[in-house]
C-alpha cells in the first residue's frame, strides 16, 4: 500500500509559517517578561557608599582634659581619672582582680597592669606583680604619697604574691632618652637630679628605707612633666636599714647622671662616674656629678646647678 505521506520543503518567504513563527516568538517574550518580573530586584549599588559599621562597646574610662598646654603637644587625648589623694591605704589579702578589671599590659618601671576599680568613678591603677619570701616585712609596708614617688595605694596578698597598687604614670625616663630628638640638655638634667633627690630625701628620712634600684627604667615622668621614683613597693619589703647605707642611692643618682650625659660611657663602664668629655657640659653639672660619690645629700642640695623648670 502507498504511503500518504508526502514531504515538502517550505521555502522562506512563505507567509502563512512566517506569521506561525511571529506568534510563537511574541508568545516567548511575553512569558520571559512575566518569569522576570517575579524575581526580587538586587539592592542598588552607589559608588563610594559607606555601609553603617557596628560600633564598638564602650569601656567604662571617665575622660578628664588635662591641662590644655599639653594638650596638643600629648599622644594622649585625654588623661584617665587617678585614685584620689585621700585614697586610703590597704593590705588585703587575696588577689585584686575580684575588685580590679584588667585593661592592658605595660612598661612602668617594669611591667605592670593598667586597670581600673570596679567602683562608680572608675579610677585608674597601676598593678605590679611581686613574688615575696617568707622573710619579707610585709608589715612594714605602708602608703607613700609625695610628689617625688610614685604613689602606692595599697597592697594584695595571695600566698607567696604581692601586688602592689600605684598610681598611673606616663613614661619612663629611658624611654624619653631613647627617643629621636637625641639627649638631655644640661638644664633637663638638672630639672632630674634635683626631682629625684627630693625623693631620695623622703625616703630616707620619712621611710627609713634605701630605693636600692635608681636608674632610668625606675624614674617615671608624667605628662606634666613631673619626675618620681618607681617601685618603692619593694624598698618597703626590704625593711629599714642604717644611715650609712643611703650613699648607695646617692651614688646611684650619679650614675643615673652619667646614663644622661653620656650612654655610650655608662654602657661601656657601668660602674664609674667619670666623664669621658666633660668639658661639654654645664660646670655645676659636672661638680654636683663628682660629689654624688661621696658627699651627703644635704651637700648635694646645697650645689647650684643651672636654672630648672620643669622637663618640657
Known amino acids: 500500500m502507498a504511503s500518504s505521506d508526502k514531504r515538502s520543503t517550505i521555502f522562506p518567504g512563505n507567509s502563512s509559517i512566517d506569521t506561525s513563527r511571529k506568534r510563537q ?4 517574550l511575553e512569558t520571559l517578561r512575566l518569569s522576570a518580573s517575579k524575581i526580587p530586584k538586587a539592592p542598588r549599588f552607589v559608588h563610594n557608599q559607606q555601609r553603617p559599621r557596628p560600633r564598638p562597646p564602650s569601656i567604662p574610662l571617665p575622660v578628664n582634659l588635662g591641662s590644655s598646654q599639653y594638650s ?10 587617678q585614685v584620689p589623694v585621700s585614697y586610703g591605704f590597704a593590705c588585703v589579702k587575696g588577689d585584686p582582680w575580684q575588685e580590679c578589671y584588667a585593661i592592658l599590659k605595660e612598661d612602668q618601671g617594669g611591667q ?6 570596679q567602683e562608680v568613678e572608675h579610677p585608674m591603677i597601676a598593678i605590679r606583680e611581686t613574688k615575696i619570701a617568707k622573710s619579707s616585712c610585709v608589715e612594714s609596708l605602708a602608703g607613700c604619697l609625695h610628689e617625688n614617688i610614685v604613689s602606692l595605694f595599697g597592697a594584695y596578698i595571695d600566698n607567696e604574691t604581692i601586688f602592689f597598687v600605684y598610681e598611673c604614670m606616663d613614661v619612663t625616663l629611658a624611654e624619653i632618652q631613647s627617643t629621636p630628638y637625641g639627649g638631655l640638655a644640661s638644664y633637663q638634667i638638672a630639672v632630674v637630679c634635683k626631682e629625684v633627690l627630693k625623693g631620695i630625701q623622703h625616703i630616707h628620712t620619712e621611710l627609713k628605707i634605701l630605693h636600692g634600684s635608681i636608674n632610668t627604667n625606675s624614674i617615671m615622668v608624667d605628662r606634666d612633666g613631673n619626675v618620681k621614683l618607681a617601685n618603692i613597693g619593694p624598698s618597703m619589703l626590704r625593711g629599714a636599714v642604717s644611715s650609712h647605707h643611703e650613699q648607695e642611692d646617692l651614688r646611684a643618682l650619679g650614675l643615673l647622671m652619667v646614663q644622661l650625659m653620656e650612654l655610650d660611657t655608662s ?5 664609674s662616674l667619670e666623664l669621658k668629655n666633660p668639658d661639654i657640659w654645664d660646670e655645676q ?3 654636683f656629678l663628682k660629689k654624688t660619690a661621696s658627699c651627703s645629700r644635704e651637700t648635694l642640695q646645697e650645689v647650684r646647678l643651672p636654672p630648672t623648670g620643669r622637663l618640657p
Do not use: N
Not at 25 to 28: D, Y
Open 25 to 28: 516568538a511574541e508568545t516567548g
Open 72 to 81: 596638643s603637644r600629648s599622644r594622649f587625648t585625654s588623661k584617665p581619672k
Open 112 to 117: 605592670v597592669t593598667i586597670a581600673h576599680k
Open 267 to 271: 654602657l661601656q663602664a657601668p660602674d
Open 285 to 287: 653639672i659636672v661638680k
